[in-house]
């Protein structure tokens, strides 16, 4: 038996439309199978976005809260909307398949389901996934897929790409980031960004860890960190605190539209020696008896 729509977006009967538009949202960005990678998001995605098909259209919703999912079974005339849906689309989206019918001859025809605020479901992977919908009047631009190191979205680089056998130039822009999408002539290719384990992504802006010494911490210094662009000296005020963060302006990723960069955050990681010798004992020794005797001026 098929599903209950309601239970599908994890909502009750008689849910809101903005209830039953907030939900689709939700679990559609969860379970695109772009962004979740498991065996079971293709056909959750299918079937929530399915869902909110039928719950998102008012004369739907009343349907299916009287009849069920009769009231959408093709053939025969079964239900009132059985057999009454024309113009039935269907085809391939990056790993899986999709089935979108309209009542009239496509989505341009007096179709006008509210998919969670997109003008259709699959609207979301320009939002938030950088593709196309698979719905639009025009073809789609073919797309492909570019691996490329994490030094060449900082700076860009020129490429040599084959696309259906032919040799291409690209130039790669500074600032892609994993599934950033960028059009080249009459193709599209989305890029998957190497990690470096120096730095941390988080958007624009770039996160490291630099080690101190407690010394260091205690006393303050200067000392020389790496960011995207090469290295930089920075200065450790005294007093110093473990896992304190130091906000570099401007340090971080060039943006890939728009212009400046974003910036750079250097966790401090104060480091306390393990093996310490004698004299180095007696020293912290005797600095730990000083603080707890009163000095007279």
Do not use: C
């Amino acid at each position: 038996m098929a599903k209950d729509y309601y239970q599908v977006l994890g909502l009750t009967k008689g849910a809101t439309s903005d209830e039953i538009k907030k939900a689709y949202r939700k679990l559609a960005l969860e379970y695109h199978p772009d962004r979740n990678k498991s065996k079971e998001a293709e056909g959750k995605f299918k079937e929530v976005t399915k869902a909110y098909e039928v719950l998102s259209d008012t004369q739907k919703k009343q349907a299916y809260d009287q009849y069920g999912h009769a009231a959408f079974e093709q053939g025969a005339g079964q239900g009132p909307f059985g057999g009454g849906f024309g113009g039935r689309q269907q085809g391939n989206y990056g790993p899986f398949t999709y089935t979108y019918t309209t009542s009239g001859g496509g989505p341009a025809e007096g179709f006008n389901f509210d998919f969670g605020g997109f003008s259709d479901p699959f609207e979301i992977f320009e939002q938030f996934f950088g593709g196309a919908s698979p719905f639009g009047s025009a073809q789609r631009r073919p797309t492909y897929s570019l691996t490329i190191d994490f030094k060449d979205a900082v700076n860009g680089a020129q490429k040599k790409v084959a696309i259906d056998g032919k040799t291409r130039n690209i130039k790669i822009p500074a600032g892609v980031d994993n599934g950033s999408r960028v059009r080249f002539g009459d193709f599209d290719v989305v890029f998957e960004v190497k990690s470096d384990p120096r730095f941390k992504r988080e958007g624009n802006d770039i996160i490291s860890e630099k080690e101190i010494t407690f010394t260091d911490a205690a006393l303050g210094t200067e000392t020389e960190v790496e960011i995207v662009a090469g290295k930089l000296r920075i200065r450790i005020p005294p007093g110093t605190q473990p896992d304190t963060i130091i906000r570099l302006r401007g340090k971080g990723m060039p943006r890939l539209r728009g212009s400046g960069y974003g910036d750079h955050y250097v966790r401090l990681k104060v480091v306390v020696p393990k093996n310490l010798t004698s004299r180095q004992r007696e020293l912290l020794r005797e600095f730990e008896g000083s603080k707890n005797k009163k000095t007279w001026f």
